[in-house]
């Protein structure tokens, strides 16, 4: 990419929908090449750090992060993303729960080139993480998902995969809130007509029917048992903590997005590692491995898998960088000036 000297380039949320980022294509092709990349090495990605101060009363949920990175390729790009998270916005403030800035730097002069929202390019990409993983470690033809958690992450990451997989024809929903279960399935009964919702009446319930789950809850600690999955079912943690820990020792295949990111801050990994109980060794692979073919996928129907994404700043880059282009290509957004 060239160097830009027109300014700053802005994008809305309303910029990003109009240029059709709320549809996951564009997205799962960002992923698969930050993936790519992140196993060949092109990539810095420093880690991440937490930004908190509520002490021993805070929510695990209740933070700030700040994610820098470069990725490599053709096309280098650098930047950052700065996303805050508090749990209690959508009952107290009336406001999702995760908001979110990106900013892109140009690669070759460092200056920045544009800024945009980023909650809808965040929650976009980590959908997009588990339909580039399912492609290798969910049972092909899969058709029966269960979706845990039914807020605005569990709609992104349902609507990628319905997109993605055709051959999905039940989704099982569970929420803490029926009324989130309930507003769920009819938004995505309106879009999605073919597909049978249901309501389960516990998490139990809904995962022992899947071939695939998806956690998208604010859990700070696990409720999920070896014994409640299927043999051959294919485990997206997306929300992290809602797996016990036994669960990643007894699954045939553990696989991360990046080892050193999910091996910190007292994560699940991180308490099994410190035990004494997991290593590097013991991980089957990173995503981005598989993805280039350096290691296998799912080898057999009844294998469970878990993926335990803890989300890179390099997805991140990587899907701005595209979302940027389309915004240039198609003249949208609003140019500001530096000086």
Sequence with gaps: ?????????????????????????LYVDAIHHALSRHAAKEFVQPLKPYLRWRGAEGHIADRIIAMPAYLGGAAPMAGLKWIGSKHDNPSRHGLERASALIVLNDAETHYPIAIMEGSLISGMRTAAVTAVAARFLAREGFQHVACIGCGPIARMQLTTLLEQFP???????????????ARLREELQQR???????????AEQAIRRAEMVVTCT???EPYIPFEWLARGTFVSNVSIMDVHKEVFLQVDKVVVDDWEQSNREKKTINQLVLEGRFSREQLHAELGEIVIGRRPGRESADEI??????????EDIACAQAVYQKAVDAEVGTWLSLE
């Design 1 to 25: 990419m060239t160097p830009r000297t027109k300014g700053l380039l802005y994008l809305s949320k309303s910029d990003i929908l109009h240029l059709g980022g709320d549809t996951s294509t």
């Design 192 to 202: 999605f007509p073919r597909v049978e919702f249901l309501i389960a009446a516990s």
């Design 305 to 314: 898998i878990l993926l335990n994404p803890m989300g890179m700043a390099i």
């Design 167 to 181: 051959s999905i024809a039940i989704i099982s929903l569970f929420d803490l809130s029926p009324v989130a279960s």
């Design 218 to 220: 604010v859990a700070a």
